[in-house]
T-cell receptor, first 112, second 113 residues
Framework: KQEVTQIPAALSVPEGENLVLNCSFT??????LQWFRQDPGKGLTSLLL?????REQTSGRLNASLDKSSGRSTLYIAASQPGDSATYLC???????????FGEGTQLTVNP | DTAVSQTPKYLVTQMGNDKSIKCEQN?????MYWYKQDSKKFLKIMFS???????INETVPNRFSPKSPDKAHLNLHINSLELGDSAVYFC????????????FGNGTRLTVT
């Protein structure tokens, strides 16, 4: 059974700092890995999707990496801004990506 | 022009009642899902439908019954509500067979008293 763990559970940084969020999964036979952002009282917004054959994906100030063999992914946020404050969730897709197993999230606070 | 919309946003009801949550997507996706987020913010899949057919049915009580009248709709009906059903329920959709991300609705916060 796939298990997804995210570290740290919460992170508070000053504005402008670069930061890394970590995600690990127990079963490396994955289809894809997605990073989501969740704002309070809102649904999830997909940030980046990495296919199992890829090593990384980039979108603006965000960069996500995937190391299937070690069961790890990182989300790198450059030059953080207060608007980045949210909960970031990592999710692993199995068997065509239909079934996502989520981590518990990292709650990020960027202080002005 | 919301992509995935759920109604209602909030639902407060008493134990033993039956309630439904509706979900619609206008993205033309083939697959729709229901996820449950508990008080610890942990998201777990409940059901997945592809072209109106059930393809994932996790271990949820049979009091929960999804209904997909067409590809763009997936409703969730809950019978005999219990206190432990209190959670946020999210509907989502994706394009099946593609490396496409999931698109989530804004959630329905269900409170059972």
């Amino acid at each position: 059974k796939q298990e997804v763990t995210q570290i740290p559970a919460a992170l508070s940084v000053p504005e402008g700092e670069n930061l890394v969020l970590n995600c690990s999964f127990t079963d490396s036979a994955i289809y894809n890995l997605q990073w989501f952002r969740q704002d309070p009282g809102k649904g999830l917004t997909s940030l980046l999707l990495i296919q199992s054959s890829q090593r990384e994906q980039t979108s603006g100030r965000l960069n996500a990496s995937l190391d299937k063999s070690s069961g790890r992914s990182t989300l790198y946020i450059a030059a953080s801004q207060p608007g980045d404050s949210a909960t970031y969730l990592c999710a692993v897709g199995e068997t065509s990506g239909s079934r996502l197993t989520f981590g518990e999230g990292t709650q990020l606070t960027v202080n002005p | 022009d919301t992509a995935v919309s759920q109604t209602p946003k909030y639902l407060v009801t008493q134990m033993g009642n039956d309630k439904s949550i509706k979900c619609e997507q206008n993205l033309g996706h083939d697959t729709m899902y229901w996820y449950k987020q508990d008080s610890k913010k942990f998201l777990k899949i409940m059901f997945s439908y592809n072209n109106k057919e059930l393809i994932i049915n996790e271990t949820v009580p049979n009091r929960f019954s999804p209904k997909s009248p067409d590809k763009a709709h997936l409703n969730l009906h809950i019978n005999s509500l219990e206190l432990g059903d209190s959670a946020v329920y999210f509907c989502a959709s994706s394009q099946e067979g593609d490396y496409s991300p999931l698109h989530f609705g804004n959630g329905t916060r269900l409170t059972v008293t």
